[in-house]
């Protein structure tokens, strides 16, 4: 009988001092001032080209950096088109060749109907020629003149269309730089959405990219919470770690929302979900212990856990 009021005894001191432990521990932690869930900035990489894609092996995970090549588009057709183009330049700049010898010529009659004209009218002032002889010369040299308007005129025409014929080729060429696939930013991979051999056109998506060196804890607060924060202001960030522990960062506060909205469901249970807060997002420098979609704390003031 004895022992079993010991025991009785002894098991309800273990749960009182169980209690006393939950309790100093809970008071021991400081409440979160918001919750939210981390975020990154995500960027979808389109082609830029049309035609199969000759190389693209980037996987999921790669990391990247600005600037790097990861595939290009296959660019025979431009190739061809740029060889036709070139041969047309080469066909228009025989014209004009033609057209400028063809003003040439014009010009050296026109000349000598011009030394012609000035001894006519010498021989005229004397006697020695008929007017209707100056008037056969005035009037050829009238001919001459529009046919050389006539040939300059072409010669425009004949440049006008070479330049068309250059825009085209600067258009060419700018696709075919266009065929190669350069990485905007520097990221990590996140999704896959073509492979190599596949056609592409443009617009179309071939990968995720996504900056996880640098993600962002979107939380939010309500309304009296709004005096307690600044832009650019530093606060303490919280993830759970192994055995209940709390792993802490430093971050900054990049955005607050200037419109209240209802609280979103992920966060709050339904009754807390009838209130309005306001968005904020946190800047948090990530040491690879943030993954995209994890749960987050944010801590305003000190922030020190004991």
């Given at each position: ?52 894609l000759n190389s693209f ?16 588009v296959d660019t025979t ?89 250059t825009v085209n080729i ?137």
């Amino acid at each position: 009988m004895k022992r079993i009021k010991f025991r009785t005894i002894l098991l309800s001191g273990l749960i009182i001092i169980s209690i006393f432990l939950t309790i100093s521990c809970t008071q021991n932690e400081q409440e979160a001032d918001a919750y939210g869930n981390f975020e990154a900035h995500e960027i979808i990489v389109p082609s830029q080209a049309t035609g199969i894609l000759n190389s693209f092996t980037l996987k999921e995970g790669d990391m990247l950096k600005v600037g790097e090549m990861v595939g290009w588009v296959d660019t025979t057709r431009l190739f061809l088109q740029k060889k036709q183009l070139f041969a047309q330049i080469n066909t228009i700049n025989s014209k004009y060749s033609g057209s400028r010898a063809e003003i040439n010529v014009l010009e050296a009659e026109k000349s000598n109907l011009i030394r012609e004209k000035k001894r006519f009218e010498k021989l005229l002032a004397d006697g020695a020629v008929t007017s209707k002889q100056m008037d056969d010369i005035n009037g050829n040299l009238n001919v001459l003149n529009k046919k050389i308007d006539a040939v300059r005129i072409q010669l425009n025409g004949i440049l006008a269309e070479k330049n068309v014929i250059t825009v085209n080729i600067d258009l060419v060429n700018d696709q075919i730089v266009k065929s190669i696939i350069l990485n905007p930013e520097s990221g990590t991979v996140l999704e896959k959405y073509l492979e190599q051999y596949e056609i592409v056109v443009p617009g179309k998506a071939l990968y995720k990219l996504a900056d996880l060196d640098n993600m962002i804890l979107k939380a939010y607060i309500s309304e009296p919470q709004l005096s307690e924060i600044e832009l650019l202001q530093k606060v303490n960030v919280l993830i759970d770690g192994i055995n209940e522990e709390k792993i802490m960062f430093e971050g900054i506060v990049s955005w607050i929302s200037s419109e209240a909205e209802f609280t979103p469901k992920i966060i709050q249970t339904r009754e807390e979900r009838v209130n309005l807060v306001y968005a904020i997002k946190v800047r948090v420098k990530n040491d690879g212990r943030i993954k995209i979609g994890m749960p987050g704390e944010v801590i305003f003031k000190n922030g020190i856990m004991e």
